[in-house]
């Protein structure tokens, strides 16, 4: 959605909340090095704040005892990790053959006409952002929308348009 590789800093410290320091622990016992918990950690961050900031690369890099830029290196090499906030209701589209011919772009036009925001943006009041991603690996039901995590199959104007209903 933006450059990823510039990082937001937030001006406050990160730690993760009981619950994710709960998760963090349990996690670490089943992998072979520490090192190896730098994308479950990412996952925590992401589902505790929403997005992963400068901060919280810092104390994931701390916590794993490891090189700050070896998580960076993570957190922008896959677009799964979001490195600046998002919007509410986050919009995913498969932008990829299978989605491309079985009609992802009209889903693409009508969100930008709908809430009024391209891939890429959020809207001014923060309720949407829409993202065209890689394969969400439902090539076989495509074109699929995937908003927050949950996966919409099949999906075309009319399904899209009963799915916003239930989000605006």
Known sequence: MSDRSQLISTGKPFQYDKERDAEFERLVKRYPTRESMILPSLWLIQEQEGWVSQEAIAYAADRIGTFASKVYEAATFYTMYHLHPMGENHICICRTLSCWLRGKQEIVDYLETKIGIKPGQISEDGKFSLEEVEC?????????????????EDMDVDKLKSLLATLL
Do not use: D, S
Request: glycine share 18%; charged share 5%; net charge negative.
């Open 136 to 152: 969400l690996g439902h090539c076989g039901t495509a074109p699929v929308v995937q908003v927050n995590g949950e996966f919409h």
